[in-house]
């Protein structure tokens, strides 16, 4: 396939997948922030300085209240990270290869995009944000639904399906990442008891907490990293969605699994080992933080490695 | 207010009606349509208007409204009502199209060669080397079977006379047959018992001929690869080029994504360069090649031209076909039929004074406040004056364009367009409206039973361009026969 269309694919689905989990990255907060009244300061700020723009939030609206966090990270069309402003570039991405994508996706990302758009110009998000958030979740679900059972699993298919899966990877870990520092400031608490609730609230944002229970019962802190980084079923799962996108990624290059001719290759096979061989102790002994600061260098590297293999090549083959 | 559209107080108010005659009856082809219409229940035609404009929302058949940053979109305005053309006038249509399109075509495929129109004087000779449009690069070239024109969108219109008449030829990259798709596909969706019963020839297989024709461009190779080539998403009919591209399963490339290397043209892919063989570019010919044509085109391959002319890879339509869209070659074309073909022309010309020609300069000085003045080599409504809707001070403004450059121009009488019923708030009433139809040129002819009707939404308005109030119609051609409700290709 042309590269500028695999390009467009694979950020396509990314987008979407970007702007699904920063209405769970809301969603969560707004359910933290029932279960913990008074806490919302120390809540919202977090959430806005993950996505590292902090600096342009503070210049424009001050305080890190519900209000402002939620339009800033939903609706604000000069932010770049804006759910408003990603599925724009979702959209304009499908629009350039709308004849690669089915109609059906095309449909449903042109519904997702003006549901959106339309619920900016109204008070329905600041009444009722939880069934808004619900919303988008389902909005980018079925996309998701309608993609995988109206396309052919093609190469196309397959670079959409690698872009969801490490944006999801990468959103998995900036989610516990984010909230373990908010729940958890100091090490030492790792294994103290800890509110079920808040912890739920987090398993709820990554719809993981019926998988959870069904796999461990009691909840930990511990556990729950295990869950969401090494769990090889849970499909928001950190170790899942890389062997979800490295399945893909095989299957456009057409090497043999477990070897590499390619960047790409390489270092998706590299983390994947690493993980595989990995355990829960030694990330926490790591340090969280330092464990998803390290995945997160890595995933850019792969990220680097797809373009220079498929889409922009450095030597004319 | 009435509660239901229904043509009992619809009036025709004497101007040609495709639904009504003079008498205001039905007219044996909308009959059935009409009756149907009467007898909806309250609301429901509102209802389905409705549902199609939100589905064509859905599709994202839109264009951009330009300058807005929140990227707002319009649905280009479709009406309900469809126009209608019986077997017997459209059996008509089809032959003078084929007819005009060959004569085009030899013409084209001459001018380049012997030019043996203009040893004979037919055409003056002056007029083809002044001819903006006219590419001297071209000469001696050899498009498969002598076609170069393989895909135009002629312009009709009736007049009030009840003939139909050639508007425009439209030979370079004539735009809109998607909408002529999607229009059908809704109006299916929301009236399905009245298609069979009114027998309306199907469109659907549009994507496959056009496959098929730009197939038959590459004859040696068994299975060649086909592209279409946009200039890119923000082309106003960026959404055709990718619904085209979509419905034939081809490849939409963008300039970037050609490269020529050693005399052939690729494509980059995921997998490297591949080879490209018929190029379906819509894309104007001073933008293909910046080797070639424009220098500072961004939009084109560098190298294309070459790899044409030795015959590695095939161009829809051929460079150089846009010359026989000037206006005053135009008004040459029914002299080409009897030349070439040696037969009268089936769909004639609309009245042209061509102004280079001193009595025709002079009539068109003394009437010019009569008159549709047009510019050679413009399009989409640009360098033109409509004499009855102009001031004083335009009218002395193209008298002097057209005294100090004649030959750019041509003027043709104000025409009265045929109207269609149309959803006006809650009642029908007429808007003039255009036809046009698509030919593909391959193996052979073909017509797509049907073509874009543009409507003037505007009341009394003769302006069918969507950026100026215009929409969209389906067009029904009945079917003459039973062969004709069957959609048949011609391979698989």
């Known amino acids: 396939m042309l590269s500028r269309v695999a390009d467009s694919i694979l950020w396509m689905a990314r987008y979407v997948e970007r702007a699904e989990n920063l209405a769970r990255f809301i969603d969560v907060t707004l359910n933290l922030q029932i279960d913990m009244p008074g806490s ?37 069309r000069k932010n770049s990270n804006s759910i408003l402003t990603i599925l724009r570039a979702a959209r304009e991405n499908a629009r350039s290869i709308r004849e690669t994508i089915s109609s059906e996706t095309w449909e449903q990302l042109n519904a997702f995009y003006h549901f959106v758009r339309d619920a900016a110009d109204t008070d329905a998000v600041q009444e009722s944000p939880g069934d808004f958030f619900l919303e988008v979740k389902h909005y980018s679900h079925l996309l998701n639904g309608v993609t995988d059972s109206t396309m052919s699993h093609n190469e196309g298919w397959h670079f959409s399906n690698m872009g969801r899966l490490l944006e999801r990877a990468d959103k998995t870990s900036r989610i516990l990442d984010v909230k373990y520092f908010t729940l958890l400031p100091r090490v030492e608490d790792v294994g103290s008891p800890v509110d079920d609730l808040q912890w739920s609230a987090v398993l709820r944002s990554v719809s993981g907490f019926e998988m959870y229970r069904k796999r461990y019962h009691g909840i930990t802190v511990e556990r729950i990293v295990e869950f969401l980084v090494l769990d090889r079923e849970f499909p928001r799962a950190i170790q899942y969605c890389l062997a979800e996108a490295d399945n893909s990624l095989h299957a456009i290059s057409g090497t043999a699994a477990g070897t590499f001719v390619n960047p790409a ?38 990220g680097e490695g797809i373009t220079d293999t498929f889409i922009d090549p450095k030597t004319v083959v | 207010m009435t509660s239901s559209l229904s043509f009992h107080d619809y009036k025709t108010e004497s101007f040609f009606d495709e639904f009504f005659d003079a008498n205001g009856r039905p007219k044996s082809e909308a009959k059935i349509l009409i009756d149907r219409i009467n007898a909806l229940p309250d609301y429901d035609l509102q209802t389905r208007q409705e549902a199609i404009d939100r589905a064509l929302m859905r599709m994202g058949i839109t264009f951009a409204v330009y300058g807005d940053q929140q990227g707002s979109e319009k649905i280009f305005p479709f009406d309900i009502v469809p126009r209608i053309i019986s077997s017997i006038e459209w059996a008509h249509i089809e032959a003078g199209l084929k007819q005009r399109i060959k004569a085009l075509n030899l013409f084209i495929n001459d001018i380049y060669h012997e030019q043996s129109i203009l040893n004979d004087e037919v055409v003056p000779r002056s007029l083809l080397e002044d001819a903006v449009s006219y590419r001297p690069e071209c000469h001696g070239l ?14 009709l219109i009736r007049h009030s006379d009840g003939a139909i008449y050639v508007l425009e030829d439209n030979l370079r990259c004539p735009s809109g047959v998607s909408y002529v798709l999607q229009n059908r596909q809704v109006m299916k969706r929301s009236f399905p018992q009245i298609f069979s019963e009114t027998r309306v020839r199907p469109v659907s297989d549009y994507a496959i001929r056009l496959y098929e024709t730009l197939q038959s461009l590459s004859p040696e190779v068994s299975d060649p690869t086909i592209v279409v080539l946009t200039p890119g998403m923000y082309n106003s009919a960026y959404y055709e080029h990718s619904f085209l591209a979509q419905q034939m399963g081809v490849e939409l490339v963008e300039g970037s994504d050609l490269v020529v290397r050693d ?39 560098p190298g294309l031209m070459d790899a044409y002319r030795n015959g590695r890879v095939a161009l829809a339509n051929a460079p150089g076909t846009g010359v026989a869209d000037d206006k005053v070659i135009y008004a040459y074309v029914p002299k080409m039929i009897r030349y070439y073909l040696d037969e009268e022309p089936i769909l004639p010309n609309v009245r042209t004074y061509v102004c280079e020609h001193d009595d025709d300069r002079k009539f068109v000085l003394d009437n010019i406040g009569d008159l549709v003045v047009k510019a050679a080599n413009e399009s989409g409504g640009y360098g033109m004056l409509v004499g009855p809707h102009s001031t004083k001070a335009e009218q002395t403004e193209f008298a002097e364009l057209i005294r100090k450059n004649p030959r750019n121009y041509i003027a043709q009488p104000t025409l009265s367009l045929s109207r269609v019923p149309t959803v006006v708030d809650d009642h029908f009433e007429g808007r003039h409206v255009d036809l046009r139809p698509y030919i593909l040129y391959g193996e052979d002819l073909w017509v797509l039973p049907g073509g874009l009707t543009r409507v003037a939404l505007k009341k009394g308005s003769l302006v069918v361009n969507s950026s100026q109030g215009g929409g969209s119609k389906d067009t029904w051609v009945i079917a003459g026969n039973e062969a004709q409700l069957q959609v048949q290709s011609q391979s698989e």
């Open chain 2, 263 to 301: 005399g052939f043209v690729f494509m980059r892919t995921t997998r490297g360069h591949k080879r490209v063989h018929v190029i379906y570019r819509r894309i104007d010919d001073d933008f293909i090649d910046p080797q070639c044509f424009r220098k500072d085109s961004v939009l084109g391959v």
């Open chain 1, 265 to 302: 290759e390489q270092h998706l096979g590299r983390l994947r080992a690493e993980l595989a061989f990995c355990d829960v102790k030694s990330i926490i002994n790591q340090g969280l933080h330092e464990f998803v600061d390290s995945l997160q260098t890595q995933l850019n590297l792969i």
């Open chain 2, 142 to 155: 050899n498009p498969p079977r002598g076609v170069w024109c393989h895909i135009t969108g002629t312009d």
């Open chain 1, 40 to 76: 919302a300061h120390t809540q919202w700020e977090p959430l806005v300085r993950a996505t590292g723009d902090d600096e342009k939030f503070k210049e424009r609206y001050g305080e890190f209240n519900e209000q402002n966090v939620i339009t800033f990270l939903t609706f604000d």
